[in-house]
């Protein structure tokens, strides 16, 4: 299965479901018989709490926030996250990460390189016991949600398997004059996220939200099926 094309993320995103499913998604209200999502809670959790607004160091609201995205921490991993050796090597290496950087923009393709802080760090949050791709990637997605993608074997299936999967995403955001960057703060804006959300995540819950219920754990053909047609 080859990633999908710029062209070919664009259709998914230019779909009429895509603002309907952000609002969903996000409600803090949903629609009586509709599902309640925890995931709108994953930025937003312990923000304003001084003890939690700590960008190089993993917190209790760090851990509570990856289980809104149904991923649970092991818990020796959290304890040594929170007061141990790996909190410590942690923090020194998002230090090394700035906060601000966005996919797709400046000099973020150099901040997601193998070998880089980011990379080490999705590494050896990896080689903990119980710890796989999804929890690491989601963990550093809390910690830097401008720079790296909550990405999940929904979400990987849906865009087609990528290799380097950050690395294939600045691409696709820079491509084209960033054309795919500014049809996501159409549907941010079109969709009224809170400022917390950020664009990555509109991707990521886009194509989460359309493929969820039609993906299969194997030989899934993802989105887009034969004849480059979306899938339902």
């Known amino acids: ?18 603002v309907p499913d952000l609002r969903r998604y996000f409600s803090p209200d949903p629609p009586a018989g509709s599902p ?14 001084p003890q939690e607004d700590d960008h190089d160091r993993f917190t209790p609201a760090d851990l509570l926030a990856v289980q809104c995205l149904s991923v649970t921490v092991p818990i020796e991993v ?52 119980d710890v796989g791709w999804v929890t690491a990637g989601k963990l550093l997605a809390r910690k830097r949600r401008h720079l790296i993608p909550v990405w999940d074997h929904v979400v990987r299936c849906a865009l087609g398997r990528p290799d380097g999967a950050w690395l294939w995403l600045d691409r696709l955001l820079r491509a084209d004059e960033a054309v795919v960057l500014r049809r996501l703060e159409d549907l941010h804006r079109q969709a009224r996220l809170p400022s917390a959300v950020p664009l ?11 493929h969820r219920d039609s993906h299969r754990p194997s030989r899934c053909s993802g989105l887009w099926r034969g004849r480059g047609q979306p899938t339902p």
């Open 78 to 129: 959290a304890l040594d996250l929170l007061d141990g050796e790996l909190g410590r090597q942690m923090s020194g290496l998002l230090s090394k990460i700035p906060v601000d950087v966005c996919l797709g923009t400046g000099d973020a393709r150099s901040l997601v390189e193998d070998g880089r802080e980011a990379d080490q760090a999705w590494r050896l949050l990896k080689a903990q016991d």
């Open 200 to 210: 990555l995540r509109v991707l990521d819950v886009v194509t989460w939200m359309r």
């Open 1 to 18: 299965m080859a990633p999908l094309s710029v062209e070919q993320v664009l259709e998914v995103l230019a779909d009429p479901r895509s």
């Open 36 to 49: 309640a999502f925890s995931g709108r809670r994953f930025e937003s959790l312990g923000a304003g709490c």
